[in-house]
Every structure is written in structure tokens, then in C-alpha cells.
């Protein structure tokens, strides 16, 4: 099979080169007097169309050089402020290359300004990069990740997560208005690529009007520029498919435009495993909410309603049922006000089948290795939405205001097998995890804008967060025998865990900036948190005849009402000399900490002084250089403060610490980028070390086959250092990048009392060759390899997957478009070198009349190959796993769609 997959890949890399460039051209842009324009557009267009075949741009010296892939072509030269001028290019058999001098005359007609505009294929305007779409699209892209993916800087995973010069995305807009914000999966994977004219990203961005260029935030956030032909007017497309076994998949997508108005509906039904909208999304959407002080200081540590919760991955099943429906409103009915909205439903059913092996990290006599078999259905029904309004009756003054909520049910049945190697510790598991969390978010916010040199602002953020978690346990062996009194001798043995846990929390922030001038201020920040949470829990054994235990031992009780409030102060000033900018800053924060359980009680204080500092340095336009320094006191809530157990699965338990401390942090974090659009190469470096100090980690200590964890403070450091890279060429129709990550942690907790020092080292690298041909095939080379290697007491292992892939779309016979991916993972335990091999092989063929028909016919195979299973490994403070875990069968579905 390798040696199939080598010598396809090596014929279509050769057969890409048939369309190499035919005519290759240099040359210099200057001004009337001959001083050199940097940054010049040059564009080659067909003689025979006047489709665009080439860009590119002038650097520093006024000097470009370009390859076209036709014998001959226009070449358009322009420059904002100075009139366009256009050349005729041909080659003959004796002259293949050409260098051209242009002077440029300058004009001041700004009409002639805008259409300039509206042909350069990239743009730079301050913080704001735009890109003409189809001078980097093939036409083949369907939505807008696809889109996305072909720009120079942008980076696109599976999950539909964008990253722009190594940094990810905060959200996106479409015309200026905000696509269902909090998350941008749903524009890469809904938003159709043919309704985009242009992708700004706009850097540093502020929702805030005053407040632009005067805060850290350092956000990325991308507009999307529509075609003239998709305004004022309703596109979109449905699809639908349909399979053997009852297989299906209906997905409408539904959009509408104007300069007061827009509308967005999403909806999908399928039961083939390309749900629409994940458990993870959901716990991952975040609505546009943060923390209000991202550089304050202080890092509050909640537990997630997911905690416990299988998230599960896109094909990580065996069956996935979803549906799903969003819809997305923005009003502005005035220039002072804008409303949006939307709101969010999902339904899924998902079945799962696992093999896990587990090898322990002990110390002294213990040499725990398990295998566990688990078979499981999770179904969930989850809703969030969001609503914003926001005023501004003057460009001094801006008032808004927005709710976020979200809900779930969550019902999780999973049935599994536990054998211990040389252990008589073996057991047949029924469990089932049942909650209904909600969350509200409310913030309002004001700023005022005094006299441009004086600006005031005042931040209210409150939450409620409300888990109700409970956990069910039908087993064979005794659960927890030395820690539980079980009252029923006979198996099988059940019990069950009742857990509330509430929290609100409200967040208020003032801030005074003193601007002197366009590249100097300063800002004072007054701020205060109050943090309520309350939480009950209690543990019920059903005997074999139904009698029920309530267990009234205070070790397994828990009713606790903590308060924790934080007050602090800071000060920040803003200092730009050229190319350099230093934004260095300080905070007080004073802690009062009360926690009262039926156990005890117990209240603390603590004061720290918190710096920061930010160092930016703009070689160019678009080359910077950013050094980030913070220091954080992390504060970890109740749950891991709790003096009755709780039982986290099925052989743990967890018991807080009432007198847990602070911990403290040091972070550093580094970022390199590089855009030369003279050569078309972006190098992106980056990396983060963080050490703690007093950190918060794990005491676990086994007793009879379970364990029990333990939160402590620890004295010797924690440390992680991430690094990562990447290298993008493009050359004429072909790109070509490289990339690597790497990551190192250590871990200092205890297994069985005695010190433990966890290591994990992860590398990953990837290396791509792609095509972008408008007319011919089109290729793109993967090879990825993955490295991690864990080490602790007792264990250590290094696991080894390589991932090349291909991918591969053609149109023939002017109306077919045929698509196939292809990968093969090799994976490999190095300890023991065990292997195992797994590929997968989706296919498609479409049929569309003409371009602009709007029927298009689709016959698709997923999983082609029928691989059932894939290989992961994991690595915690006391275990290391490898896990077999079955994935979605082999579908092939017809389908249809039609564009409105």
C-alpha cells in the first residue's frame, strides 16, 4: 500500500510541474523623481480574458519579480496616489525573461484611488490586512475555510479554528457585523466561498470605538467582505444526501445582507458523523465573554459544567445521530444603536466502543497495569444564545449592554469491563452520568471620551453558573471497600453520588487613560470581584431488595458556602519611540477568602504586587517582534477545597484540602511573524515558558485497587515550555510550508506519600506541498509526525505516530469535479514496539452543469477503506494510556444541492 501511495505522489508532484511558469518577470516601481514606491502592486492578466494569472509586490527598494504560467500577459502596475499603468508582455522562443523599469505619474482622483483598491490582491492599511479573495482561489473552494486555507499567514485545523499569523482568531464578521460571535467554526464551515469578495483581518481590534489602539488585548478578528451580487438579497444553499441503511444528511444554510439588516440560518440533520455542532463546541463557546481584566493579575480556577463528560471527537464513534439549527440577527435600525442576536440548538446521540490500557505510576511494591473495555451512548440536548445591544449617541460616548446563556441535558451510559494484570482487583462496570447545567453571563458596559486626551470607562460582569451532576455506579466488585460502608454483602453493588454546586460572581472594573499623545498614556485600573459558591453533595447506597443508605458520615458529606473577593489597583503606561513600544504595568490585589463546610471553617487573607510587561517591536510593516511578561497568583475555587469525598469514576475518589494556598506564576511568552509579500513567504516563530511557584497539584495514593487524589501545594517548581514554527513559501501556482511544535512540562506531585516527577515531552512536525492551479488538478503532499513521551515513577513511554496524506481534486469534462483524500497512519509504542496501522480514504465526484447552475449532484464514499480503529495515548499526574478507539463505518451517500 506504502509504495502505491509513494509512486501516486511522486507522478502527480512531476505531472504539477507540466504547468510550470512560461514567462518570468523582474523589474523596479518608481515615482516621477525615481524614488522607489515600496509595496506596488503588480498584477499579470490574460490577453485572452483578462483573468488574474500573477501578483505581486514591490519591497523596500521598489523591486518585484513574478513567474506566469502563459506566454504572454498584461502587467498592471499600481500605486494608491498615483495613476495605473499597464504593459503588454510576450515572450518569444529566444526571450522567456524580462525586467521592466515603470515610473509612476502621481494623481489625486479618489475615485481612481477606490478602483485601485478594488483590483490589488492585498491591501495594508494600518492594523487592517485585506485580501482579494480570487487571487489566491482556485474557484473550487466550496466554504470559506476553504477560502481561508489558500490565503497567505492562515492556518485552518479539522475543527474549524483559524490561527493568522500563528495567533487564533477571535471571531468573525461579515460586512462589520458579528457572525454568531464567541467561536469560528460555524463561518469556516457554513459561510459559501463563493459570496466572498475579500478577508480583512483586523489586528488589535476593539469593539470600542475610543478605545481602539489603547489597550493589550492584541485580538485578531476577520471581516468578510461580500461580492456586490450577495447583498440586499437572500444565498445560500440546501443540501441533501441520502445513503443505504438509512442513512441521511439535510443541511440549509440560509443568509441575507443589507446595510441595516442581516440574517443567518444554519440548520443540519444527519446520522453519518459530521455533526454540525459538537459537546465540545458547545462548552467551548464562549459568547464573546472573558474576563474583564485579562491583564490584572489574578487567574480564578472554576470547574467546567464538562468536567466528567465524554466531549468525544468529529469520527471518534461508532454511530453519531445529530441535529442541529442557529440563527443569527443584527439590527441597526440608526447609527446610534445595533442590535444582535442568536440562538442555538443541538441534539445528538453518539455510541462509543473503546480498549484502554493503562499502566500506573507507583512506587515500592505496586505494579498496576489495567485494561478496560468500555462500550457507551452519550445523548445530549443543549441551547444557547446570546443578546447585545449596544448605543452610541456620539463618537465620545459608547453604552452597551449583552446576556449569554446556555443550557444542557446531558445523559451518559457507558458499560465496561476492568481487568487487572496479577491483581485479583477485577470488576463489570454500569455507569451513567446525568446532569443539567445552565449559565448566565450579563455585562454592561460605558465609556466616555472627554476631550480626546481624557477617557474614562466602567465594566459590570456578572455569572451564574449552576451543575447538578450525578453519578451512578453498578458494580461487581465492592466500590471503595476500605472507604465507603457498603451495607449490602452481594454483588452487584450500587451507589449513587448527588451533587449542586452554584456560583456567581460579579466583576466590576474601572479604568482612567491620560493620553499626551499619539504614542504615549497612561491607565489606572480600580477593580473588584466578589466570587459566591455553594456546593452539596452526599452519597446513596440502593441495596440488592431497594432499600436505600444515606450515608451521614461527614467524610462523605459535603454542604460548603465559599466567598472569595479580590480588590485590586493597577497602573499601565503606554511608551512608542519609533519602532519600539513598551507597555509596562503593575497591580495590587488584597484576597479575602471565607469557607465555611459542615466539617469546618476556615478564612485567609493575601496580598500580592503583580507586574507585567509588554514589548513590541515593528521592523516593518508587516515584520514585529513581541515579548509578553506576566505574573499571576492563581486561586483555585471550592470544589478543590472540599473536606467530604467525592467520587470522580469508577476507582477514584477526590478529597479537598480546606487549607490549599495561592499559587503564583511566572509567564513569558514570545512571538516572531514575518509577511514578505515581495518573495511570498511568512515565517511565524513563537513560544511560552511558564514556571509556578507553591503550585497546586495532586497527592494520589492507592488503596485497594482505587485511588484517592488530593490537592496540595507543592514547593518545587512546575514548568512548561511550548515552542513552535512555521515556514510558508509560495512560488508561482505552488506553496510549500514546514512546521513544527514542541512542548516539555514537569510535574512534582506524590503517589503513595513519596515525591513523583511526571515529564512529558511532545513534538510534532508537518510538512505540506500544495498546488493552486485554476484549470488543472490540483495536489497537496502531507507528512506529519507526533512524539510524545511520558515519563514518571514506575513508567515511562514514548508513542510515535506518522501521518503522510494526499489530497487531490480535478475537473474534466468542463461540468465533473472529482475530490479524494488519502491518509495513512503508522503508529508505533517504541518501549515495546508494537505497531498498528490504520488509513482512511473519503471520496467524491459532482456534477454541475456550468458554473453558474444551481443544481449540483454529488456522489460521496466516507471511510472508504471500512477502517474501524484508531490509536491515542494520554498522560496524567498518575497514569499513562493507550487507547483503541473504534470509529465510524465505511457510507456512501448520493446527493444534491442547490444554491439560492
Not at 475579500?198 to 470600542?208: A, F
Not at 455507569?431 to 449559565?439: L, N
Not at 515529564?759 to 498546488?771: A, D, E, M, P, V
Not at 465533473?816 to 482512511?840: C, G, H, M, Q, R
Request: net charge negative; proline share 3%.
Amino acid at each position: 500500500m506504502s509504495q502505491k501511495i509513494l509512486l501516486l505522489c511522486t507522478f502527480l508532484f512531476v505531472a504539477s510541474f507540466a504547468f510550470a511558469q512560461k514567462l518570468k518577470i523582474e523589474g523596479e516601481v518608481v515615482d516621477s523623481a525615481g524614488n522607489a514606491l515600496e509595496m506596488a502592486n503588480i498584477i499579470a492578466l490574460s490577453l485572452a480574458d483578462t483573468s488574474m494569472l500573477s501578483y505581486a509586490f514591490t519591497d523596500d527598494k521598489g523591486k518585484f519579480k513574478m513567474g506566469v504560467t502563459e506566454e504572454s500577459c498584461i502587467l498592471r502596475v499600481s500605486y494608491l496616489g498615483y495613476e495605473m499603468k499597464e504593459l503588454v508582455i510576450r515572450s518569444t522562443d529566444s526571450k522567456k525573461e524580462f525586467f521592466e523599469k515603470i515610473s509612476l505619474t502621481p494623481m489625486s482622483t479618489e475615485l481612481a484611488e477606490a478602483t485601485v483598491v478594488e483590483d490589488i490582491p492585498i491591501m495594508i492599511s494600518g492594523d487592517t490586512i485585506s485580501y482579494k479573495t480570487d487571487a489566491f482561489t482556485t474557484g473550487r473552494e466550496r466554504k470559506l475555510g476553504d477560502v481561508l486555507e489558500q490565503l497567505p499567514g492562515f492556518e485552518v485545523d479539522d475543527d474549524g479554528q483559524v490561527k493568522v499569523e500563528g495567533k487564533s482568531v477571535d471571531k468573525v464578521m461579515v460586512e462589520g457585523k458579528d457572525f454568531f460571535d464567541g467561536d469560528t467554526k460555524l463561518a469556516t464551515k457554513n459561510i459559501p466561498a463563493n459570496a466572498i469578495d475579500k478577508v480583512q483581518v483586523l489586528r488589535n481590534h476593539n469593539d470600542v470605538g475610543p478605545m481602539q489602539g489603547l489597550d493589550n488585548d492584541d485580538r485578531i478578528v476577520l471581516n468578510i467582505k461580500l461580492k456586490e451580487g450577495k447583498k440586499n438579497m437572500f444565498f445560500g444553499d440546501v443540501s441533501a444526501e441520502a445513503g443505504l441503511d438509512e442513512r441521511y444528511l439535510v443541511h440549509p444554510n440560509l443568509f441575507y445582507y443589507s446595510p441595516k439588516t442581516s440574517v443567518n440560518f444554519i440548520g443540519d440533520l444527519n446520522n453519518i458523523g459530521e455533526p454540525a455542532f459538537t459537546f465540545r463546541d458547545y462548552f467551548r463557546f464562549t459568547g464573546g465573554f472573558g474576563s474583564l481584566n485579562r491583564r490584572g493579575g489574578t487567574n480564578f480556577s472554576m470547574q467546567s459544567a464538562g468536567m466528567g463528560l465524554s466531549l468525544g471527537g468529529t469520527n471518534r464513534a461508532t454511530e453519531i445521530v445529530s441535529q442541529f439549527g442557529a440563527a443569527n440577527v443584527n439590527y441597526t435600525p440608526n447609527k446610534k444603536l445595533k442590535i444582535d442576536a442568536f440562538f442555538i440548538g443541538n441534539n445528538s446521540k453518539t455510541n462509543t466502543a473503546s480498549i484502554m490500557n493503562r499502566e500506573y505510576l507507583n512506587v515500592d511494591t505496586l505494579n498496576l497495569s489495567e485494561n478496560l473495555t468500555s462500550k457507551g451512548v452519550q445523548e445530549n440536548s443543549s441551547g444557547l444564545g446570546k443578546v447585545s445591544l449596544v448605543y452610541t449617541p456620539s463618537h465620545k460616548v459608547h453604552i452597551g449592554y449583552k446576556v449569554f446563556g446556555k443550557i444542557t441535558d446531558s445523559d451518559e451510559n457507558e458499560n465496561q469491563v476492568s481487568v487487572f494484570q496479577n491483581q485479583p482487583l477485577s470488576d463489570v462496570l454500569i455507569t451513567q452520568t446525568q446532569q443539567k447545567p445552565y449559565e448566565l453571563k450579563q455585562n454592561l458596559e460605558a465609556y466616555y471620551d472627554i476631550n480626546k486626551k481624557n477617557l474614562v470607562s466602567l465594566e459590570l460582569q456578572y455569572i451564574l453558573d449552576y451543575q447538578n451532576p450525578q453519578f451512578d455506579l453498578n458494580t461487581v466488585r465492592m466500590p471503595f471497600p476500605t472507604l465507603i460502608p457498603i451495607q449490602d454483602s452481594t454483588a452487584p453493588f450500587h451507589v449513587i453520588q448527588f451533587k449542586d454546586f452554584q456560583t456567581n460572581q460579579l466583576e466590576s472594573k474601572m479604568d482612567y487613560y491620560k493620553i499626551f499623545n499619539n504614542t504615549n498614556h497612561i491607565n489606572f485600573t480600580l477593580g473588584y470581584t466578589y466570587t459566591h459558591q455553594q456546593l452539596g453533595s452526599s452519597i446513596t447506597e440502593i441495596e440488592t431488595d431497594g432499600t436505600e443508605n444515606n450515608f451521614t458520615d461527614l467524610n462523605l458529606l459535603n454542604d460548603a458556602d465559599f466567598k472569595m473577593s479580590d480588590l485590586s489597583a493597577g497602573i499601565h503606561y503606554r511608551w512608542k519611540l519609533g519602532k519600539l513600544q513598551l507597555d509596562p504595568g503593575i497591580s495590587f490585589h488584597q484576597y479575602y477568602i471565607e469557607d465555611n463546610q459542615v466539617q469546618g471553617s476556615y478564612s485567609s487573607t493575601a496580598s500580592f504586587v503583580l507586574p507585567d510587561m509588554l514589548v513590541r517591536y515593528n521592523l516593518k510593516k508587516s515584520e514585529s517582534l513581541q515579548l509578553d511578561y506576566k505574573m499571576k497568583a492563581e486561586i483555585t475555587d471550592l470544589n478543590n477545597r472540599l473536606l467530604g469525598m467525592i467520587i470522580s469514576s469508577y476507582n477514584s475518589m477526590f478529597v479537598g484540602n480546606q487549607l490549599i494556598e495561592n499559587a503564583t506564576f511566572h509567564s513569558f511568552d514570545f512571538r516572531y511573524f514575518n509577511v514578505n509579500m515581495f518573495n511570498f513567504t511568512n515565517i511565524f516563530i513563537g513560544g511560552n515558558y511558564s514556571i509556578k511557584a507553591n503550585d497546586i497539584t495532586q497527592v494520589t495514593n492507592f488503596v485497594v485497587g482505587n485511588r484517592v487524589n488530593s490537592p496540595v501545594n507543592i514547593k518545587g517548581p512546575n514548568e512548561v515550555l511550548t515552542a513552535y514554527g512555521r515556514y510558508d513559501k509560495r512560488f508561482g501556482k505552488y506553496r510549500a510550508n514546514v512546521g513544527a511544535t514542541i512542548s516539555q512540562a514537569t510535574t512534582n506531585n506524590f503517589i503513595n506519600d513519596e515525591p513523583n516527577k511526571s515529564k512529558s515531552f511532545t513534538q510534532g512536525y508537518n510538512l505540506t506541498f500544495s498546488t493552486n492551479y485554476k484549470k488543472a488538478p490540483n495536489v497537496k503532499l502531507k507528512y506529519n509526525i507526533l512524539i510524545n513521551s511520558y515519563s514518571g515513577s514506575g513508567a515511562s513511554n514514548t508513542f510515535l505516530t506518522q501521518t503522510p496524506s494526499i489530497e487531490v481534486d480535478a475537473e474534466f469534462l468542463k461540468s465533473f469535479t472529482f475530490a479524494a483524500d488519502f491518509s495513512y497512519n503508522l503508529y508505533k509504542n517504541v518501549e515495546s514496539s508494537n505497531t498498528s496501522e490504520y488509513d482512511f480514504l473519503n471520496a467524491s465526484l459532482r456534477y454541475r452543469k456550468t458554473p453558474k447552475s444551481r443544481w449540483e449532484f454529488s456522489l460521496r464514499g466516507l471511510n472508504l477503506l471500512n477502517t474501524r480503529e484508531i490509536r491515542q495515548d494520554a498522560f496524567s499526574d498518575f497514569y499513562v494510556s493507550t487507547t483503541a478507539v473504534e470509529v465510524l463505518p465505511r457510507y456512501v451517500m448520493l446527493g444534491a444541492k442547490f444554491d439560492l
